[in-house]
């Protein structure tokens, strides 16, 4: 489970009634909600929470580090709560489903001298793509 109320809560992050539900909803693995859908879920736990709150919680959480966006071609922006846990993602091609993975090996040296270019590199996103067992009809 993604440690992000724990996070939060280490950074003396003012933990309103809104922003606690928002964490809530956001906080596992494999979490990677879209602002709607941190909203549909926040609004279950909390009736009276604005689609404003949500939508300038999720900005703070991104603007502190963290929580990540995520894009995956042309879809809507995700959000990632395990910002400080070193991993890339798998995404469906179909449907857009998003799963954090931990693939051997270090992309960061991984890439020759040769290959950067006089680049002094400082981080590194890799995208896996396929189809998930739902949509490959598996």
């Not at 909803?25 to 909390?46: I, K, M, S, W």
């Amino acid at each position: 489970m993604s440690d992000l109320l724990e996070r939060l809560r280490g950074r003396g992050w003012r933990m309103t009634a809104q922003r606690r539900v928002v964490a809530e909803v956001l906080n596992g693995d494999h979490v990677h909600l879209t602002a709607d859908e941190v909203l549909a879920r926040a609004t279950a736990r909390l009736p009276e929470i604005s689609r404003a709150t949500v939508y300038n919680t999720l900005g703070e959480l991104v603007s502190l580090g963290e929580v990540v966006e995520v894009t995956a071609h042309g879809r809507a922006k995700r959000y990632d709560p395990n910002a400080h846990r070193p991993h890339q993602h798998l995404v469906c091609s179909e449907c857009g489903t998003i799963r954090d993975v931990h693939p051997g090996g270090d992309p960061l040296t991984d890439l020759p001298d040769s290959e950067r270019f006089g680049y002094t590199v400082s981080e590194v996103e890799v995208t896996y793509r396929g189809h998930c067992p739902d949509c490959a009809g598996l």
